[in-house]
Structures are given as structure tokens and as C-alpha cells.
């Protein structure tokens, strides 16, 4: 654009991270800015929405800002709000929720005060990595930008997953031809950690003997690839994959998904466990590999759990037959977006469970609205989703009494909640 610079007083952080500022009409939208900054910008790109510009001066630092903890602050695109001081930031998140309580209709006073877990706890990393001339860049992408900013140290990744960084590095570094990229998959399970890289091209021989090294030099339960779109393929298996939920064991299929932080998983066992207390017959929907299903299903309710992954489901399914018949669960496989539970299927239950991904829930708030279960308690990962299901419940004669808000991707502009209903 060719516009002369601006100086602007920040007013409060977007939805995105970005610092927000108007002058008359016009909007203004400035990343790595905290509430409280005067700063002078350079309008960069004109939007529906506002001007989005770049800090060319920090005329007046806001006392709502800090020292960045990571030495890749500016550049990483993993963490945009590092500089934001934890009262602030913390009013940002939960003012998300807050937000989308409203549009839902329900009153804010149900909001709780925001739940953040630690640094260095995130137990799921997906990272990805690019052969160029001088080595290897492995890390995350840019803001807005497909470079790879070549990651040292992660203030937010579990130290167990930053340790072995060096051995993919050095492993990717040989196998990758110069210019061919993969992602690389982390996940912290009780038998060390589970990786799956994604290739552009399949492994020659060689290439597959690097990748077993790999897994012996990181120390991996698990070493998985999978190549374009296809599907993962254990390559080398140290160690049985697994996960316990309630104490049962789950042998983790590659790929599968995981909360991303086990504290945050915990706040959402309690808040469901809350929400159910006293039901029979619970439904578990969207119910990935059992965090939810098998704790409930341990306290002695009769659980259907459902799922549209099938490895996932398949995985729930063995571990509750391995452990018995003291354990009331069936299982599943279905897509609940194109085939959610119709009211006469609901018909019976005491609570019903649902943490769908970010597109939400629709079309089974749809249902869940028109049906006579009297407890229900939601997760969501998008407040944007959640408020448009959350109305239709409402709309559908449910109560909204309690939210929780949950940071589980410190830093990020992202926050997820734990919500209860009853009808």
C-alpha cells in the first residue's frame, strides 16, 4: 500500500492475536502489539475487515506488555501473543469465551476464570522441516508465510519432544534430497514418544534403515511415515504405543488425536465427570481413543462411545475388551456430521458427551436439541462453533450453567472451553 505510516493507540487484542486500533471509522489491525501500545505502523494490506500494518516504532510501551520468553518471538507464527503480560492475556482468552456465550445467548456470569496450563507441558507437536543448502530448517512456519522458522528451543513443547530434535534433525538432514520437505508428527505417550513423518516420496531402502536408526538414536516408542495423503505406516515399533485413560490402557494408532497438554486433559475429565455425575447411560460423541469414554466407563456408567476415525475407534474398542467385562462400553464408527444420533437414538441416555473438532457440531446440536437428555456438557477448541451450537441448544430449551475456559495452546490466539447443560 502506499500509505504514509500511522500512529495508533491499541485498544484491545482481535480474535487473531493482532492488536486492534481505529481512528474515526476506519479499523486498524497490528500484530505483536499489546492493549495500552502507541505505536507507529506501515499499512501493509487492505482487508474487508481494516488495515492490517507493521510496527515501524514502539512509541509508548503499554505496562500490559512483557518480555517475550522464547528467542523466536517476531518471527515463529506457533506463539503470536508472548509479549501480552499474563493478566492480559489471560483477559483476552477469556473474553473470547465470554463473547461467544453471549452470541450463544447465555448469560456470562457462568464464564469461570480462565484454567492455563505451564510452559513446556504440550505433550502433541507438529512440526515441519525443509532440506535447503545449508542443512535442515525444522521448526515451525512464519506468520503468515510458508518459510520455516529453524526452531532451537520451544518454550512450549514438553522436554521430552525438544530432546529428540537433534536426532530427526541430523536424520532428515541425510535422507531429504535438497529442497524436499516433511512434517513431522510428536506425540508423548506413557511409552515414550510416538512420531510420524510425512514424506513426499516413499523411502528407498536405505532411506528406511536411516529411519530405524532414527528411532534407536531418539529413543522412539514408535517411528510411523505416511507419504502424500496416504495412510501411516508403522516403520519401526520399539515399544507398544499406549496411552492410559482412567487406567485402562489404549494402544494409540498413528495420527490419532490427543488433547494437547495431559493438565488440560485432567480440567476437562473433571468438568465432564462434574457435568455426568449421577448418569447411567452416557453417550461419548466424537470420542477419539477414549479420554472421555473409559474414565466414565471405569466409574461404572454403561458408555456408547462413537467416533468417525476408525483406528481410533477400533483401538477404544480392543483396550475395553481386554479389559473385561467390568467395563460397560460399546463402541461406534460413525461420521456424526453427515449421520449424527437422531433423537430416538438419544432416547435413554442420562448425559451426553460431545468434543467434536473446529467446524462444531451442527448438525448434532440439531438433534441434540429436539431430544429429552437432561444433561449434556460440551468441549469445543473453537468459541466461534461453540456459539453457534451452544444457541441452538438454548433455542432447543437447554440451560447453559457453567463454562470453563481452557488455554492448553499457551501463547497461540487459540482457547478452548468445557461447557455444561441442563435440560
Sequence with gaps: MNTPPVTLTI???????????????????????????????????????????????????????????????????????????????DDFKRRQVIAAVERAGGDPAVVTEIVTVAPRTRRRAALVAKRVSAGLALGFHEHRSHFIVDVQDCPVMHPLLQAALPAFRAALTELLPLGAS????????????????????????????????LAEAADLGRLSISVGEGAAEPLAERRPSSLAFGGVPVAIPPGAFLQAAEDAEATLLAEVRAGTAGAENIADLYAGCGTFALPLAVAGASVLAVEGFGPAIEALAAAARKAGPAIRLETAQRDLAREPLEPD??????????????????????????????????????????????????????????????????????????????R
Design 11 to 89: 485498544e484491545h487484542l482481535g480474535g487473531r492475536g493482532d492488536g486492534v486500533a481505529a481512528i474515526g471509522e476506519q479499523r486498524y489491525f497490528v500484530p505483536l502489539s499489546a492493549p495500552g501500545d502507541v505505536v507507529t505502523i506501515r499499512p501493509v494490506e487492505s482487508t474487508a475487515e481494516g488495515i492490517r500494518g507493521e510496527i515501524i516504532e514502539l512509541v509508548t510501551p503499554s505496562p500490559d506488555r512483557q518480555e517475550p520468553p522464547c528467542l523466536h518471538f517476531g518471527r515463529c507464527g506457533g506463539c503470536l501473543v508472548q509479549h501480552v503480560a499474563p493478566a492480559a492475556y
Design 182 to 213: 516433511a512434517t513431522i508428527t510428536l506425540l508423548k505417550l506413557d511409552s515414550g514418544i510416538d512420531a510420524l513423518i510425512g514424506l513426499e516420496r516413499q523411502p528407498d531402502l536405505a532411506g528406511r534403515e536411516a529411519l530405524a536408526a
Design 345 to 422: 437414538e438419544l432416547a435413554g441416555f442420562d448425559a451426553v458427551v460431545f468434543d467434536p473438532p473446529r467446524a462444531g457440531a451442527r448438525e448434532q446440536a440439531i438433534r441434540l436439541s429436539r431430544s429429552e437428555v437432561p444433561a449434556l456438557v460440551a468441549v469445543s477448541c473453537n468459541p466461534a462453533t461453540f456459539a453457534r451450537d451452544a444457541r441452538l441448544l438454548i433455542e432447543g430449551g437447554y440451560r447453559l450453567e457453567r463454562v470453563v475456559p481452557l488455554d492448553q495452546f499457551l501463547w497461540s490466539a487459540h482457547v478452548e472451553l468445557v461447557a455444561r447443560f441442563r
